[in-house]
Each structure stands twice: as structure tokens, then as C-alpha cells.
């Protein structure tokens, strides 16, 4: 039988992703579709996945064999901060359905989207896969960051006591078009690109909060899009997947903002307000050792190309775009 894949939360930055890769990769290609192969891109208008019985019936809809599960409430530093008690709950209803449904409906395979903001705050560098657990998460984000956790506990527990094939991935930042450009709820690269339109625009300053210090890693959505695809079809683990570029290529928020600065050819230098409590953590680098031994040759797209085409993306789509 040919699979059916149901993504869920695929009207997001990741899910749209997936969908580019699936009809843009040659057919039956290592990323590309499979004859016979059927991919569901579900958002939350189709089903809100807080609900049990319209997760249910969207299940029953589409029967489906395989699920990415990419669905979440998703949010910046900020809206982290503001609303830890709804990003706590609403991912955990999300996640917890998601998989009660998996389960009832005898889905071959599961993999969930976690984060690297999962991992504990006062941990020994670089972050791997089995450090997940070993300590709390920054307070910053440990609702969202709970939430995630939970959903490893579920895939052993669900594997344990049913024998059900739920894994989860580990992505670091994800950047790329259709993401969430949002002033004051969007992760940082978006916002900085939409902070840097509007300056540019106006003809004001390019502010940039923080000091510009933390290093991030940054991984274009259509990679990551090809890694879950890799480990949809090849990775048959319960463990998670921490799906990165290499740890050595962290870059700055200063770096980010002057590439930034570079690519939309704006004039002037970008201006950090230099609060270092607005930083957020310092660093988080995330190995993707166990990534690269498995999957083999893999290229990602050079970042100053990707971020061109998120740009390029953004100013084409600026009316529709969540801004
Ligand atoms: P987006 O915010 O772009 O998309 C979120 C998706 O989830 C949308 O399709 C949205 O549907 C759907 N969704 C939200 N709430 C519900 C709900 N109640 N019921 C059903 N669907 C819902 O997120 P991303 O694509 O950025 O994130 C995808 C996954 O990757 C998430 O699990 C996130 O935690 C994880 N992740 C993201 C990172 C990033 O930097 N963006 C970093 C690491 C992990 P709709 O738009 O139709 O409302």
C-alpha cells in the first residue's frame, strides 16, 4: 500500500517547506514523491489539533500512514516570555491528541517536531540527543519547552507499552519564506528582515535589541524540509534527531543583522540597543553528529543564498505574509 503522509501544521514555515521539497524534488527521487505516494498538508482551519474529536475525525479523513507532526504553537523570545501557561497547554493538547489518534488509528509511523529550546539551560556544550532531560529549560521559554519534552516521554511510554513507531526531530532557529514575519511575536531572523524593510522604508534607523552577542544556529527551511523527509522514509529510531547544520557554523545576531543589511541593500549599519538582559541565552550549539553518520551526503544551502531567497520571498509576498 502507498503511503499517505499527513503534516500537520502544514501551513506553517516548516510545512510549506515540505510541500515546496515534495513537488519540487525529480519524482521518486531520495527527497522527491514516490509513485502512488499521497502528502496532506493540514493547518489549523481543517482540524484545531486542541480538540480531540476534530483531531480524531481529521485522522479518520485521511487515513493516514505516516504523520509529521509539525503542528504547535510557535513563538519568538517574547511571546515565550508573555504566555508560558498557553504555550504550555496548547502544545500539550496538540501533541497529546496528535499521538492518541496515531495510536487509535494504527499510523505506521510518527515523527514530532521538537526544539533545541527543549534542552536544559545549565548544560555541557554542544547539545546532543540523549541531554534532553538532564536539567530544567531556560525560564525564558519552559512552557513551550515542557510541552516538547513531554512528547519524547509520550514516544518511549507509546513504544513501551503498544510497540508504536514515534520518533521526534530537534531542530535549531528555522528561517525561510512563509514564516511568521510578525513584529513582535516572530523568532529573530524574520523579525529583523521585516525590522530592516520598514527602516529602510522609512528611512529611520535599523535597531536591532540586545547586543548583538548570542550565537545562533540557523537552518534553512527547505533543508530541514529534505531531513524530515530523510527521516520519514530512513530513520527507524524512537530516539530523537537533533536536525542542524554543523555546530561550527553558529553565527551572531550582529552577523545576522549586517548580512541582513547586505542582502535588502540597505545603507546604513544596523544599531544593537546593547540590553544584554533582552539577549536571551548566549548560545546553545547543537551537534548534528548523529545526523550526518546516518544520513550521509548531504549538502545544505549556503546561508547567504538561502536568506537571499527568504528576502526575495518576503518583498514578493509582503501584502500576504504574516506581518
Ligand atoms: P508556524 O507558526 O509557521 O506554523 C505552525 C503551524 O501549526 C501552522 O500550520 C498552524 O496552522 C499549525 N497550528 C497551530 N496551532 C494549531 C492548532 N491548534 N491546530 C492545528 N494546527 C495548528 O511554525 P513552524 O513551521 O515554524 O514550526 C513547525 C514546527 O517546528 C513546530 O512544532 C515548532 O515547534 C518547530 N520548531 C520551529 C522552529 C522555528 O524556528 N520556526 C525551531 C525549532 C522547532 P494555521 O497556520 O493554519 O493556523
Known amino acids: 500500500m502507498a503511503a499517505v503522509v499527513l503534516v500537520t501544521g502544514g501551513t506553517g514555515l516548516v510545512g510549506k517547506a515540505i510541500e515546496y521539497v515534495i513537488e519540487h524534488e525529480p519524482e521518486g527521487s531520495r527527497f522527491g514523491k514516490r509513485p502512488g505516494e499521497k502528502w496532506i ?3 489549523s482551519r481543517e482540524a484545531d489539533l486542541r480538540n480531540p474529536e476534530e483531531t480524531l475525525k481529521l485522522f479518520e479523513k485521511y487515513q493516514p500512514t505516516h504523520v509529521i507532526h509539525l503542528a504547535a504553537l510557535v513563538g519568538g523570545l517574547f511571546a515565550n516570555r508573555e504566555r508560558k501557561m498557553t504555550f504550555l497547554r496548547d502544545n500539550m493538547l496538540i501533541n497529546d491528541n ?3 489518534a496515531a495510536h487509535i488509528k494504527e499510523t505506521k509511523k510518527v515523527i514530532s517536531c521538537l526544539s533545541t529550546c527543549v534542552f536544559p539551560d545549565k548544560v555541557e556544550y554542544p547539545l546532543t540527543e540523549e541531554k534532553v532531560h538532564l536539567g530544567p529549560p531556560h525560564s525564558s521559554n519552559f ?3 515542557h510541552a516538547k519534552r513531554m512528547v519524547d516521554v509520550q514516544n518511549h511510554a507509546y513504544k513501551e507499552e503498544f510497540g508504536c513507531n514515534f520518533t521526534s526531530a530537534i531542530p535549531t532557529n528555522v528561517f525561510g519564506p512563509h514564516d511568521n514575519f510578525d513584529l513582535k511575536h516572530a523568532h ?3 523579525a529583523l528582515i521585516h525590522k530592516c524593510y520598514l527602516s529602510q522604508k522609512k528611512n529611520t534607523p535599523f535597531k ?7 550565537l545562533r544556529q540557523f537552518i534553512y527551511s527547505r533543508d530541514l524540509a ?3 523527509i530523510w527521516q520519514m522514509r530512513e530513520y527507524e529510531s524512537v530516539e530523537p534527531v537533533i536536525l542542524s547544520v554543523d555546530e561550527n557554523d553558529e553565527i551572531s545576531i550582529r552577523d545576522l543583522a549586517n548580512s541582513i543589511v547586505k542582502v535588502m541593500n540597505h545603507p546604513d549599519k544596523p544599531e544593537f540597543e546593547n540590553e544584554i538582559n533582552d539577549n536571551g541565552q548566549d548560545r546553545k550549539p547543537a551537534s ?3 545526523l550526518m553518520s546516518l544520513i550521509g551526503d548531504f549538502k545544505f544551502t549556503p546561508f547567504e543564498q538561502a536568506l537571499e531567497e527568504t528576502v526575495t520571498w518576503f518583498l514578493q509576498n509582503y501584502a500576504n505574509a504574516r506581518t
Not at 535589541?209 to 548570542?214: E, I, L, Q, W, Y
Open 98 to 100: 496528535v499521538l492518541h
Open 143 to 145: 512552557g513551550y519547552a
Open 226 to 228: 529534505k531531513l524530515f
Open 188 to 190: 529573530v531572523m524574520p
Open 208 to 214: 536591532v535589541m540586545g547586543d548583538g552577542s548570542p
Open 288 to 290: 548534528n553528529a548523529k
Open 41 to 43: 498538508f493540514a493547518g
